[in-house]
């Protein structure tokens, strides 16, 4: 969600904490601000909107000062508006945070009693304040923070900057994610390793309970008791370059065009093309006694999981059940020890599937082992599962997801067909004809990328609509409520997805002459019965765009009002294709509609608050 860097060294720090800020960007925000220590005073920038903005107060007056903290703020509390834009500051000490201090208002309360006066509407503001609260009894800045700490409640990820103290930094950790990086006579702090790919390649993760101390010269690093530990120094592999747009308009169709890519990448990593096998030697427990499957996972990585739902009771034979993370531990859930949690997050760091991770590993009634699907290895979902299974899609920057969901897909249908053979669910041969089939989907996905220009025309009749409609059967209907997931995050268009076979049993009323109706139908098993509820769409005036194979469009006759012809394939793999043109078709629609394509208003990338 909110974007953090901080700075220590000896150059100006304001531009450097600007660069990075524009990575963090593609995480969602609604205002920005930096603060510098220059002359023993705090000096702060701060603007609504979009970073822009505040480069633009920075050209005007630009801030002196070799350490500073900046912020990209998705707003909880309080309008998003520039009185609450972090940094937040006192005359001694500016704050950045992520997260949410939970006893804030309690904290607040306590303040005001001893005098302090409070500017904003933040929960955020409680901390400089009581952290100048500790300054002025004579305590240290380590002192005083480490006091702090105690006191607050909730997720944080915060930085610390001291007017007295011109070259200290502190960052603490309790929930969102929040990595040191090493430089020369300079040292930096990030929420994430793309914060900090324009300045460094060396970062360590802090763990929940640490703070740290950051100087020009050193990081040091304290567990929750105090005690000075190590963190393991990794080498991240993102750069300026991997986040570039290069030629394309917007990072979402940059990702678009690379799923072929990583999807074919994802894939070579767990299947050997020559045997035709898939080895998952990385998984430290024996899946043979698993007796249940349950699949966590909140937005696009939930309907990554309706399809993988399919796909494991269909080719596996083993029941699963698929909830949305944020509900799962509030309807007191039966464990069991023969039960396996797979938990699906893009980041790694999502808070309510994280909070899954943690209860199901923990809970009395029978903890079990979890699996983790991750685009980020170094994640906290990726280092407290159990086993983790990556995805491939490189650094995603567009909030609404592409590739990360292409690669989860891809990822879950390996798994499958792994789980499927240790089971004895399926032999020798039909594990071949699957893996065929998954090797070949990254070239039939090239096939429907040349759909582009299609979509785009088709983008043209629907961009004025109010109201949309998107229906399919099977992994269909799952590829449906992903298309209609995306064409709202990015269109700002009413969408909505249903089982074509509910369409009687109430949204049929929604329909009329301009209503679009999307509809997925592969040539498979369930085809015949959805093309009988796309006659009944159109009965009622509906405008039928039909997404299907040469073999289906011909069934379909005239009664669709447009067509979209994919490549004909396994309906194994269709969900791994048909994501392709409703992500592209909402594309477009929100370009014509003049839309903020890769940050779209109210969202945000990683979703580190529950």
């Not at 879950?412 to 998954?438: D, M, P, W, Y």
């Not at 025309?457 to 109010?466: K, T, V």
């Not at 469009?553 to 394939?569: K, L, N, S, Y």
Request: charged share 20%; with cysteine.
């Amino acid at each position: 969600m909110c974007g953090i860097i901080g700075i220590s060294g000896y150059k100006e720090a304001a531009p450097l904490i600007l660069g990075g800020l524009k990575h963090l960007e593609y995480r969602g925000y609604d205002s920005a601000g930096i603060a510098t220590i220059s002359g023993g005073s705090i000096h702060r920038a701060r603007a609504e909107g979009k970073l822009v903005n505040l480069e633009q107060q920075l050209q005007k007056a630009p801030l002196a000062g070799t350490i500073g903290i900046g912020h990209t703020r998705w707003a909880t509390h309080g309008f998003p508006n520039e009185t609450n834009a972090h940094p937040h500051s006192t005359d001694k000490v500016a704050v950045v945070h992520n997260g949410i201090i939970e006893n804030f208002r309690q904290l607040r309360e306590e303040l005001t009693q001893k005098g302090y006066k409070f500017l904003s509407q933040t929960d955020t503001e409680v901390v400089p304040v009581l952290v100048t609260d500790y300054l002025k009894d004579g305590l240290s800045p380590q002192e005083a923070v480490a006091k702090a700490l105690k006191k607050l409640h909730g997720a944080y990820a915060l930085a610390f900057v001291f007017a007295d103290y011109p070259q200290l930094l502190i960052a603490a950790r309790q929930g969102p994610p929040l990595a040191v990086g090493y430089g020369k006579g300079e040292n930096f702090l990030g929420s994430d390793a793309i914060a900090l790919s324009n300045l460094t390649t060396q970062i360590s993760y802090l763990e929940d309970g640490d703070w740290a101390e950051l100087t020009p010269e050193q990081i040091i690093i304290h567990d929750e008791t105090g005690i000075v530990v190590k963190r393991t120094v990794t080498q991240s592999g993102y750069n300026g370059a991997s986040v570039g747009k290069g030629n394309y308009r917007h990072f979402m169709q940059k990702e678009i065009h690379e799923q072929p890519g990583v999807v074919a990448e994802t894939i070579k990593m767990y299947c050997s093309p020559v045997d035709l096998t898939i080895p998952m030697a990385d998984i430290p427990f024996d899946l043979k006694v698993v007796e249940r499957i349950q699949l966590i996972a909140c937005g696009t990585s939930y309907y990554a999981a309706q399809v993988a739902k399919y796909w494991l009771e269909g080719i596996a034979r083993i029941p699963v059940d698929v909830d949305i993370a944020s509900e799962y531990r509030y309807r007191n859930p039966i464990l069991n020890s023969k039960s396996l949690t797979i938990v699906i997050s893009q980041s790694g760091e999502t808070a309510d599937t994280l909070a899954v991770l943690r209860f199901t590993k923990n809970a009395a009634q029978g903890a079990h082992p979890v699996i983790a699907v991750v685009n980020v290895p170094e994640s906290t979902i990726a280092r407290e599962a159990n086993a983790v299974l990556y995805t491939y899609a490189g650094p995603e920057i567009g909030v609404a997801s592409t590739k990360a969901f292409t690669t989860q897909l891809a990822t879950l249908a390996c798994f499958t067909i792994a789980l499927a053979e240790k089971r004895g669910a399926i032999n020798v041969e039909r594990r071949k004809s699957l893996l065929k089939q998954l090797l070949g989907a990254p070239l039939q996905m090239v096939e429907v990328l040349h759909l582009e220009e299609r979509l785009q025309a088709l983008a043209h009749n629907l961009f004025h609509a109010r109201d949309m409609l998107y229906i399919g059967r099977g992994t269909s209907f799952a590829m449906a409520m992903e298309g209609a997931l995306k064409m709202k995050e990015i269109s700002y268009i009413h969408a909505e997805a249903y089982a074509a076979g509910e369409l009687k049993h109430g949204p049929i009323a929604l329909i009329d002459e301009q209503v679009p109706v999307i509809v997925l139908a592969p040539s498979d098993a369930l085809f015949d019965k959805t093309t009988s509820n796309l006659q009944e769409a159109a009965a009622r005036g509906g405008k039928i765009v039909l997404i299907s194979d040469k073999q289906g469009i011909q069934q379909a006759g005239d009664t669709p009002t447009a067509t979209v012809e994919m490549p004909a394939c396994d309906p194994f793999i269709s969900p791994l294709l048909y994501a392709l043109p409703v992500q592209i078709l909402a594309y477009h629609v929100a370009v014509l509609k003049g839309t903020d394509v890769d940050q779209p208003r109210n969202l945000a990338k990683s979703v580190t608050v529950e």
